[in-house]
């Protein structure tokens, strides 16, 4: 097949839907199929376009067999809502030529966010009468709306009709977690639609790694320390001074070691929180390559899932796929309810704690400090759901499946369409 993926993340971000999309492209090539991915230049997690892409309109380039067609895009360090609606707008109208450059696609992968997206990807499908699959990673101006950082009447109501827009245009709609699901049934989507896809983990990339000899523990010298690892997004919904909170009630026991990985600008604000809450015992690191994160997630004896109480149910963080298949126990200080708590407990590979309570995450922290057995034991469990559940290989199996189905369904369109016209 001749696959086109529409993402605004890729390679060499290193954290979120880019990794996703970039191991998904090249996954696709390694079983024989052309794939193209239409993208921005690259800039998250610091939103500063990276040096080397930077004073380029446009810039093709080919990476382990995918074409990859980059163009500009407007992006702000600390973006305004008029920010973000500009970055959109500027990725839709700046990727749109560069779609249309190169071989024709048989298939089209929209994914979301940013929602805007569906928009070029579905006049491409229109032009090149090949369907589109709507991958949605996350329904983010919802949960924007339920954590109160969007109120705008106008601004929601016109995503609420760009998302019916995107899932009416769409052939099929692949969904990382059943939240997704529910969520889209009651928005009266088709059942028949719907694919559930759980995101992947490479599971001989990530891997459990013997903590003796480790390089990111000598290196940050954490030998024969109990390391909590918090790895990702510092943002509102995750909930870092909770963490920090716990951290400081930890400090009186020396092997107790926190490390806290995030953006640059970020990590500033967390520091800031460190010293409001004595936590002494916090090391604060910028995001760490793509190469080396075998080795970081090898040298932790735990990983942290954070979310605020008012997170929306169906939120599924990457991290979690991730955190299971290094072999390392997890503790979610998440809403019991949620889609991360239901594949946490699901695998048997962590502890749920109350959200935003540092005093429940303290002692669950605590509590596999002192039966290293059963944090031992909560890693190995983890890493066999993994295994079972979250294999790359069984999820290229699927996206293959999927992409014939949306084909197919098309072909059966445009006869149906045919014999009417006939008669």
Partial sequence: MRILIYSYNYHPEPIGIAPLMT?????????????????????????????????????NEDRNGVKIQRSLVYIRP????????????SFVLNSFPQALTGWRPEVILATVPPLPVCIPATLLGRITGCPVVLNIQDIQHEAAVHVGLLKNKKVIRAFTELEKFACHSAEKISVIAEGFVENLLGKSVPAEKIALIPNWVDTNFIKPLPKEE????????????????????????????????????????????FVVVGEQKAIGRVREYCEMFGADNVT???????????????????????????????????????LLASGRAIVGSVPATGTAAKAI??????????????????NAILELYNNREKTEALGRQGREYAIAHYAFEETLN??????????ASRKGKHKRSAHRQEI
């Fill in 214 to 257: 480790n390089k990111f523990r000598n290196q940050h010298q954490l030998q024969g320390k109990f390391v909590v690892l918090y790895s990702g997004n510092i943002a509102l919904t995750q909930d870092l001074p909770t963490a920090i909170k716990a951290a400081g009630r930890l400090s009186h026991i020396p092997e107790i070691a």
């Fill in 78 to 89: 600390e973006p305004s809502l008029i920010d973000r609606v500009l970055l959109d707008g």
């Fill in 23 to 59: 191991e998904l492209a090249e996954g696709l090539v390694n079983r024989g199929h052309e794939v193209r991915v239409v993208t921005a230049m690259p800039n998250y997690p610091e939103r500063r376009i990276y040096p080397e892409y930077q004073g380029k309109w446009y810039f």
């Fill in 398 to 407: 699927k996206y293959e499946a999927l992409f014939e189905e949306a084909i």
């Fill in 284 to 322: 604060l690191l910028p995001f760490q390559s793509r190469e080396t994160l075998p080795e970081m997630l090898g040298g932790i004896d735990v990983g942290l899932v954070l979310q605020k109480h008012n997170v929306i149910g169906f939120n599924m963080p990457s991290k979690i796929p991730v």
């Fill in 345 to 362: 407990k699901n695998s048997e590979g962590g502890i749920i704690v109350p959200p935003e309570d540092p005093e429940a995450l303290a």
